[in-house]
Each structure stands twice: as structure tokens, then as C-alpha cells.
């Protein structure tokens, strides 16, 4: 297990975090941090407390707006499936129709072709 020394607010925290995790730890402490100057740069001295829990509840808020619109993505990219086989099961029908349409065209071909050898036949 590693440890990481973080600063939040001015004060260094010691975390530990999985082997490999440290600088990910870095990077979330260095966003709550900015949070944290964001409040304090909007509401000036509060209290630690208080700037942590606003902190938290932002965050919060951020990924319940994250996770809204992956829902809203989920939900489009399934209709899109369904869209997709809806395609590919017409595409399917439509070739089944064409090879049937062409096997029609080609025996009447080939009636018309037996038929014309007849009368050239009786002909000569």
C-alpha cells in the first residue's frame, strides 16, 4: 500500500492509496482543492468544515450530473442498437425479396429463351 501527502485548503494530509494509485490520489485532492479556493474565493473565510462540506456537495453534484448524462448516452446508444438490427432485419428482407425477384427474372428468362429456340427450330 503507498502513501501520498496531500494539501487541501493549506493543510498536508497523509492518504493511502493502492500501489500505482498515486497520482490519481494527486489529481482528485489537487481538484478538491480548487473547489475549495473557489469557495473561499466566493465566500471568504467560513470555516474548514463548512468549505470541505460545499466542496463535497459540488463534487457531488458534478457527478450526479456525470452519471445523468451516461444514463441519457446508455439509453441513446441502446435505441441506436435497436435501430441498427431494426436495419439490418429490413436489409435482410429486402435482399431475400431481390434474390426472389432476380430467380422469378431469370426463369422467365429462360422460358422465353426455350420458347424462342422452339419457334426458331419450327422455323427453319
Do not use: Y
Not at 446508444?77 to 425477384?101: I, K, S
Amino acid at each position: 500500500m503507498a502513501h501520498v501527502s496531500v494539501t487541501i485548503n493549506g493543510r498536508q494530509f497523509r492518504m493511502a492509496c493502492d500501489d500505482g494509485q498515486e497520482d490519481h490520489l494527486l489529481r482528485l485532492a489537487a481538484e478538491v482543492n480548487e473547489k475549495v479556493d473557489q469557495l473561499k474565493g466566493a465566500f471568504g473565510e467560513i470555516g474548514d468544515t463548512r468549505l470541505t462540506v460545499m466542496a463535497a456537495i459540488m463534487v457531488a453534484d458534478e457527478l450526479a450530473d456525470v452519471r445523468r448524462r451516461l444514463k441519457a448516452a446508455e439509453a441513446e446508444l441502446g435505441a441506436l442498437r435497436d435501430a441498427r438490427a431494426l436495419l439490418a432485419e429490413r436489409a435482410t428482407e429486402r435482399e431475400t425479396a431481390m434474390a426472389g425477384a432476380l430467380d422469378d427474372a431469370a426463369a422467365s428468362v429462360e422460358r422465353l429463351t426455350a420458347q424462342l429456340t422452339g419457334l426458331s427450330r419450327s422455323g427453319s
